[in-house]
């Protein structure tokens, strides 16, 4: 079992920068990868990024490529996602899920663990 928060949402004009924190407990093994992703009003959930637990594999979104990075801190067990450039259009509710086969996943189907999410809200 493992349990997720997520933290560091809040509001920012655009352009402007966000990190977000992914805190994990529970029983997590090294072969696990950690995924974000987003769900703005009236859309469906879109994946944003994801970072394998024990080596640095990431894959970020076409949307937020060149803007956000994914990083982990395996001491605090916690995963980053730095959120800069920001533009209305990343406004959402941002969740972070756990793929217990470490595989980097576009698809929320995979993932077996998610946390409540944190609301960011970028104004124009």
């Known amino acids: 079992q493992v349990q997720l928060v997520e933290s560091g949402g809040g509001l920012v004009q655009a352009g402007g920068s966000l990190r977000l924190s992914c805190a994990a407990s529970?029983?997590?093994?090294?072969?696990?990868?950690l995924g974000w992703f987003r769900r703005a009003p009236g859309k469906e959930r879109e994946f944003v990024a994801a970072?394998?637990?024990?080596?640095?594999?990431?894959k970020l979104g076409d949307s937020v490529k060149g803007r956000f990075t994914i990083s982990r801190d395996n001491a605090k067990n916690t995963v980053y996602l730095q959120m800069n450039s920001l533009k209305p259009e990343d406004t959402a509710v941002y969740f972070c899920?756990?793929?217990?086969?470490?595989?980097?996943?576009?698809?929320?189907?995979?993932?077996?663990?998610w946390g409540q999410g944190t609301q960011v809200t970028v104004s124009s």
């Open positions: 899920a756990v793929d217990q086969n470490g595989r980097l996943l576009e698809k929320e189907t995979g993932y077996a663990y």
């Open positions: 529970g029983r997590i093994l090294s072969s696990y990868a």
């Open positions: 970072i394998r637990w024990s080596v640095t594999y990431t």
